[in-house]
């Protein structure tokens, strides 16, 4: 049984699990948490599973979780851990289920005032371009070939066929496009699923959200960001949908299996990994790849669907430019220095964002003074924050949280709360709500989650991102 006195003090906002605490343990754990989030952290297994991560081969450092960690599938979700290139272990459930799930923020030149009066249509009209819940698809089903090619193309071969204008590449992380992605290691059945799914929302926190700057913490930055007090914006929130957890699905199959052949062990057959240089890692890689630029490619098309839901409400000149896409569950190969040396690594990052520091060579040319926008969403009817990388995250391989985190089952949500009543508490408090479900409001009631202020506030005072502007959501659009 774990406790508090399990760990040692770093500083107010960082605790660490030593490495002499279990057997197998090849390095230590890190938690960057207050003291009082300490101790909701020993509600669920989020703890033992982040020790569990520290008995990957080839692990460097230490295993991290942020804040908004809670229980996930082996890893926990907001948990980062790196290990060392190429030899080193990958893990399907270091990625999570939803691979390159991820955040994108559009910015508009209208303040609150002047769209109030809109704001109904416009949400109406989103929810009507934009297919969203378990399930749901477009219309119209891609063909194997075109999927084939948005797994392999990305957010660019989009762009190149007429979608969206080539700053939308350079504000997406990676550019929207892993090169390594390989079609051909990625099932027909989950290109199947993902044939009428680019340009969705899908269910559970996934959402669609128009938001208004509330608050400017860093004037320097938002200026640089394109942001101002009270302006509009819209956030999307969504990944590679059934496509991606297919994916994952296969190659947990594929690898639980195996992985003792290659000499691991491990505290739970959840983890299972291969070396990254096996012929098995290799292929992991190159589907969870094609994935990824699959996830890119989805939140590339909604930003189509809403640009035109806008400028049918608003008129032709109204505009929405990307600020920025960043994914929250992917493992990427990255160069970090680690004790005075440099290194290549293979960074997962499982509901957690990177935040990578002015000047680093993958930060678009306009932010390289600043650093990277790093989009933090909170929970339905709940502020979402835009925070800026800091040189000090590359103590946590440039990573930060990635939303608020669950507290609370979905199931139990349903049990706490009425949908129906959580809709009419958002529309007393000014928030639009467009869903077809009452129960996907009630799974996602700020109840079950931490508190995205406090959570924030723990990665701003670690160091780890500062933050830059505070969103209010005043129109929110849900799958089911």
Known sequence: MISKKDFIKINDYLWEIPKSFRSDMRVPARIYVSEKMLEDCFRDESITQLINTTTLPGVVKYAIAMPDVHEGYGMPIGGVVATRYPEGAISPGGV??????????LKSEYSEKEIRSYLDKLATEIQKEVPSGLGKGRQIKLSIKEINRILEGGVPYLVENGYGEKEDIENCEHQGKMEMADAS?????????GRDQVGTLGSGNHFAEIQKVEEIFDKEVAEIFGLFKDQIVVMIHTGSRGLGHQNCTDYLRILMPIYPKYGIKLPDKELCC???NSPEGQKFFKAMSAACNFAWANRHMITFYVRKSWQKILGKNAKLKLLYDVAHNIAKIEDHKIDGRNMKLIVHRKGATRAFPANHPEVPEKYKKVGQPVLIPGTMGTASYICVGTEKSKEAFWSVNHGAGRTMSRRKATRMVSGKEMVENLRRKGIIVKCYSWRGIAEEAPIAYKDIDSVVEVVHNAGLSKKVAKLKPIAVIKGE
């Open 96 to 105: 999570g289920m939803d691979e390159n799930c991820g955040v994108r923020l």
């Open 185 to 193: 290691c990625i099932s027909e059945r989950a290109k199947n699923r």
């Open 274 to 276: 291969v070396p990254f």
